[in-house]
């Protein structure tokens, strides 16, 4: 069997990795909370956000964790003009409506970008990517612990922010009760269209963490759909510590499962808690029964 | 009516003369056509009479691909006798699939990410068991004679396809006259304005899912005897789902002919890429663009015109 020194790496990077899971799965849940969407297109936005810390790196070679604020900042602005010039003017009616236009947007944003920067695989080079912490038995590369504590710092102050200022009140009022919201004066529609600017902002912070031990491709957003929602169906839909719990939980059943089954079979752990959350208890861990 | 089953007449005339007088060329985007419009039709019938929208119809597709290579390479059956196993198995997994997700009461946007899941599941298990040879595909040994459903001329295979593609619109039609397709078309409508008619949701739901998978299936044999090779992310891979329930969004899902309608428009769209790149040399990678043309065209039709390219059809057909 396992020896428990290997299996004790194994939890920890699993926590490290999950630690920007849950970032991502907390963009992907408050979109869900407010708006009620499943916002399909969440793997291909990170993409892109991906995609914008690589070549601010190779163009002006600022360091990832230097471009948290650009990239922060300009991804919060596309979700917010996204949804304002496309998904909000179409969505009317049906969720699965919504979720085919998320659909229609990731195909574009995955082929545009395919286009665009070609098939290779891209990293960023930065002079701590090789230094390591010995903890334990284990050991852990540095950029990956500043990584987890940076996403679960970025989580605090948005719930900070979703708790404290008018903003995030106004927000936590929509995503409680929308008509109630309308008639006290919250101007539903621009909380709709902050709200997915938000989340995508998230998806901008993980990026910019991701990066420096991470690779980025046009199809790097595949990898993080069905990550994302397992995450975010296993914490409970519109529940943000069910999506830091989750986040944790799914990391180490990647880190895992890689370790038990190998590495081709491992990624079935993601798909199998993903069916059986849905089917024996789809309000999740920490979810309010529909 | 007449002059409807006139135009089908002259339309079905001309498909099967096209082949005698086309170019080689033609013919095999006559095939992709036809096989595109049969597993759209597949989607069609659980996606768009019934209303359950699947992100994983490949499940099927691949489930029928492999049960038939996997019963011819490692059994030695005839592909021929393969053929009706795999739809047996595709329509079985559509079952147990059903089962599961509608017991769990899943609907809507939980329902498309379950399928997604099954999809992935499948496509992990095929690359990783030794019985469908992982990673590495199968390969189905080149044999081009009619008994082992294997043709040297393209024709044929253009005719088989021709003729799958008219059997799922006679089924797509005969849902449109009996009382299941009537029944499906309630479901999809209000599940609970059917239930208090007294149509049993459940049982209807599963049946039409079972039907999908069937004939999802008869398309990935069909498949995997035109290019004698399947690997997991062929059968398995989220671009076969995606294609499957974009040709029928794009046509007109719930219609007769949304997807021959939507399998015409996106290979249509497919070759008019592949001509501008052999003029414009930037553009050498065509299948990205295309795809981008793909997803504008599904969001402008989900936002703008939900009944697909169909509707517009009958519009101009009933001005006429």
Do not use: E
């Given at each position: 069997m396992l020896d428990p020194g290997i299996l004790f790496a194994g939890v920890l990077n699993g926590l490290m990795a999950g630690g920007i899971y849950v970032l991502v799965a907390v963009g992907l849940t408050l979109i869900y909370g407010v708006?009620?969407?499943?916002?399909?297109?969440h793997g291909s936005l990170l993409m892109l956000a991906m995609y914008a810390v690589f070549f601010l790196w190779r163009l002006s070679g600022l360091d990832p964790y230097a471009a948290l604020p650009i990239v922060i900042g300009a991804a919060f602005a596309f979700g917010y003009l996204l949804y304002r010039l496309v998904i909000g003017r179409l969505s009317h009616g049906r969720d699965e409506n919504i979720l085919l236009i998320t659909l229609g947007v990731s195909i574009v944003i995955d082929n545009v970008a395919l286009l665009l920067f070609g098939g290779n695989t891209q990293t960023v080079e930065t002079p701590y990517a090789s230094s390591f912490v010995q903890l334990g038995d284990a050991f852990l590369p540095l950029p990956k612990i500043i990584s987890f504590v940076a996403s679960l710092l970025i989580c605090a102050l948005l719930g900070l922010f979703l708790a404290r200022s008018d903003t995030g009140k106004a927000i936590r009022a929509v995503a409680r009760e929308r008509q109630g919201a309308r008639l006290v004066g919250i101007d539903v529609d621009n909380i709709f269209a902050l709200s997915y600017g938000i989340g995508i902002a998230c998806l901008g912070a993980a990026a910019c963490l991701l990066m420096p031990t991470y690779y980025v491709t046009p199809s790097s957003g595949h990898a993080f759909v069905l990550v994302a929602f397992t995450i975010v169906v296993l914490g409970g839909m519109g529940s943000f510590a069910g999506a830091a719990v989750g986040g944790l939980i799914i990391g180490v059943v990647e880190s895992l499962g890689g370790l038990v089954l190998g590495e081709q079979l491992g990624q079935i752990g993601i798909s199998a808690i993903f069916i059986l959350i849905l089917l024996l208890?789809?309000?999740?861990?920490f979810g309010v029964r529909q | 009516m007449r002059r409807q089953g006139l135009l089908l007449a002259l339309a079905l005339a001309a498909a099967i003369v096209l082949p005698l007088v086309a170019p080689g060329y033609l013919v095999e985007v006559g095939v992709l056509v036809f096989f595109l419009a049969f597993i759209g039709q597949s989607w069609n019938i659980s996606?768009?009479?019934?209303?359950?929208?699947?992100?994983?119809h490949a499940v099927f597709f691949g489930t029928g691909a492999y049960t038939s290579t996997i019963l011819q390479i490692t059994f030695g059956w005839n592909a021929w006798l393969a053929w009706p196993a795999a739809v047996v198995a595709g329509a079985i997994v559509g079952w147990i699939i059903a089962i599961l997700s509608f017991r769990a009461g899943l609907r809507g946007s939980y329902f498309a990410l379950i399928t997604l899941a099954f999809a992935e599941a499948f496509r992990i298990l095929a690359n990783s068991v030794s019985f469908t040879h992982a990673g590495l595909g199968m390969l189905i040994k080149a044999d081009p004679r009619p008994a082992n459903f294997q043709?040297?001329?393209p024709i044929w295979f253009y005719y088989l396809a021709l003729a799958l593609c008219i059997v799922s619109l006679l089924i797509a039609w005969q849902l449109t006259r009996d009382r299941f397709g009537a029944r499906l078309v309630g479901v999809r409508e209000n599940e609970d304005a059917a239930r208090a008619l007294g149509i049993d949701v459940f049982a209807e739901k599963v049946k039409a899912l079972t039907l999908s998978g069937a004939i999802a299936a008869a398309g990935g044999t069909f498949y995997a005897q035109k290019y004698l090779y399947i690997d997991p992310n062929i059968a398995f891979g989220v671009d076969k789902s995606i294609e499957m329930l974009l040709v029928t969004m794009v046509g007109g899902a719930g219609t007769i002919f949304g997807p021959l309608l939507g399998a015409l428009t996106l290979t249509g769209v497919n070759e008019a890429t592949r001509a501008l790149a052999s003029i414009v040399p930037?553009?050498?990678?065509?299948q990205p663009l295309s795809l981008i043309v793909y997803g504008v065209m599904l969001i402008l039709i989900v936002g703008?015109?939900?009944?697909?390219l169909a509707r517009l059809f009958h519009r101009v057909q009933r001005h006429a």
């Open positions: 708006l009620h969407i499943i916002n399909f297109a208890k789809p309000s999740g861990l | 996606g768009g009479f019934a209303g359950q929208t699947s992100f994983g043709f040297r001329d930037a553009l050498k990678n065509v703008r015109l939900p009944d697909g």
